[in-house]
T-cell receptor, first 111, second 117 residues
Framework: LAKTTQPISMDSYEGQEVNITCSHN???????ITWYQQFPSQGPRFIIQ???TKVTNEVASLFIPADRKSSTLSLPRVSLSDTAVYYC????????????FGKGTMLLVSP | GAVVSQHPSRVICKSGTSVKIECRSL??????MFWYRQFPKQSLMLMAT?????????EQGVEKDKFLINHASLTLSTLTVTSAHPEDSSFYIC?????????????FGAGTRLSVL
């Protein structure tokens, strides 16, 4: 399993765009990059998944450079309710799998 | 979207008693479910993989006789914490990957906060 490195915490204000970068230097050819969000005392929630270039959904965008050794989760115009821990996971996308969570990034959005 | 229901959301018990936590997939079948434990300000740690119709697979360091897992149907897995002690107090979370979904996409229950007095 590819190891991931994220900032421990980030601070932002309402209305700003937040970019959380994850490093995964040992990513394998068949690995996908998946991000989860976790609010206090709740289970994680899937946000977005990508393999290369850019993926966008109604919640976030995921930017993956050509070498795939890092990825950036972009949250447009954050609100107070986006305060949560964000986890970056890397792993293959077929067959049997378990998820390995790193320490995640604690995002604090202030008024 | 797919929903995983976990019950109870919170339980307080006396030391030495057993506690059962249920995890249900409400609108999909799950042959595999996962159980995690999360201590305050720490990440999720996988405890075991629950397999429908067969024995669970436990991660290294997790006592299988203490954390009993039963996956009797395609929509229900249970975790029983036997003879609970204060050090078992934690946040327990289950997850399930819907059939056909990419394997790194899983749906999580809301978690169970266990407090052992």
């Amino acid at each position: 399993l590819a190891k991931t490195t994220q900032p421990i915490s980030m601070d932002s204000y309402e209305g700003q765009e937040v970019n959380i970068t994850c490093s995964h230097n040992n990513i394998a050819t068949n690995d996908y990059i998946t991000w989860y969000q976790q609010f206090p005392s709740q289970g994680p929630r899937f946000i977005i998944q990508g393999y290369k270039t850019k993926v966008t959904n109604e919640v976030a965008s995921l930017f993956i450079p050509a070498d795939r050794k890092s990825s950036t989760l972009s949250l447009p115009r954050v609100s107070l309710s986006d305060t949560a821990v964000y986890y970056c996971l890397v792993g293959g996308n077929s067959g049997y799998s378990t998820l390995t969570f790193g320490k995640g990034t604690m995002l604090l959005v202030s008024p | 979207g797919a929903v995983v229901s976990q019950h109870p959301s919170r339980v307080i018990c006396k030391s030495g008693t057993s506690v059962k936590i249920e995890c249900r997939s409400l609108d999909f079948q799950a042959t595999t479910m996962f159980w995690y434990r999360q201590f305050p300000k720490q990440s999720l740690m996988l405890m075991a993989t629950s397999n429908e119709g067969s024995k669970a697979t436990y991660e290294q360091g997790v006592e299988k006789d203490k954390f009993l897992i039963n996956h009797a149907s395609l929509t229900l897995s249970t975790l029983t914490v036997t003879s609970a002690h204060p050090e078992d107090s934690s946040f327990y979370i289950c997850s399930a990957p819907p059939r056909g979904a990419p394997k790194n996409i899983q749906y999580f229950g809301a978690g169970t906060r266990l407090s052992v007095l």
